[in-house]
């Protein structure tokens, strides 16, 4: 059980330049988050996903676009690369247990800078 | 709009202490809040979560407990050690910000001195 997994580990992009960050749960759950951290803040949801084919915006979506196909995956899309974000991105899963009952796991972490 | 604030923003201790760190919210209306470590480069592990029914949770030498009214939560280590040298973090499901949200504080530098 790998639990959540995202590559790549460090990316260094230049501005204007697109990537896209990998991310893959094997543990069946429902919901996936992607955040971003910034030093000496706390995290920032940029998009989140309740099951495949939904998703729905968080605090800080713009410059990003993701997408849900299957269970297991959720890809974030930087469109158009801006030092602004350059940050640490982290995915995160979790499943309904029932109503208010959410435990969420975290995936290492990409560390992205965009110069 | 719901705020979260963790303070201190740094502690540091000497092994063998029992410390508690705070966790402060603006909104009582919950779904349930969330202990994290994480380590330096790291991603976060949860600790523990209390639903918004509940008034504590423990987990070997962590203890969390969460006081909805007055809008604060704790997490109480006891016996502390360099291990435990981390930043810890938590998070509120907020209601009132939409239904699968988290909000973090941005968490407490923990370290314990051998």
């Known amino acids: 059980n790998a639990g959540v997994t995202q590559t790549p580990k460090f990316r260094i992009l230049k501005i204007g330049q697109s990537m896209t960050l990998q991310c893959a749960q094997d543990?069946?759950?429902?919901?996936m988050y992607w955040y971003r951290q910034d030093p000496g803040m706390g995290l920032k949801l940029i998009y989140y996903?309740?099951?495949?084919?939904?998703?729905d915006k968080g605090e800080v979506p713009n410059g990003y676009n993701v997408s849900r196909s299957t269970t297991e995956d959720f890809p974030l899309r930087l469109e158009l690369a801006a030092p602004s974000q350059t940050s640490v991105y982290f995915c995160?899963?979790?499943?309904?247990?029932?109503?208010?009952?959410?435990?969420?796991?975290f995936g290492p972490g990409t560390r992205l800078t965009v110069t | 709009k719901q705020e979260v604030t963790q303070i201190p923003a740094a502690l540091s201790v000497p092994e063998g202490e029992n410390l508690v760190l705070n966790c402060s919210f603006t909104?009582?209306?919950?779904?349930?809040l969330q202990w994290f470590r994480q380590d330096p480069g790291k991603g976060l592990t949860s600790l523990l979560l209390?639903?918004?029914?509940?008034r504590e949770q423990t987990s070997g030498r962590l203890n969390a407990s969460l006081d909805k009214s007055s809008g604060r939560s704790t997490l109480y280590i006891a016996a502390s050690q360099p291990g435990d040298s981390a930043t810890y973090l938590c998070?509120?499901?907020?209601?009132?910000?939409?239904?699968?949200?988290?909000?973090f504080g941005t968490g407490t530098r923990l370290k314990v001195l051998a």
């Open positions: 998070a509120v499901r907020a209601t009132t910000s939409g239904t699968y949200k988290y909000i």
């Open positions: 543990m069946n759950h429902n919901y």
């Open positions: 995160a899963s979790s499943y309904s247990m029932g109503q208010g009952e959410y435990e969420q796991y």
């Open positions: 909104d009582s209306a919950i779904y349930n």
């Open positions: 996903s309740v099951g495949a084919g939904i998703t």
């Open positions: 209390i639903q918004s029914s509940q």
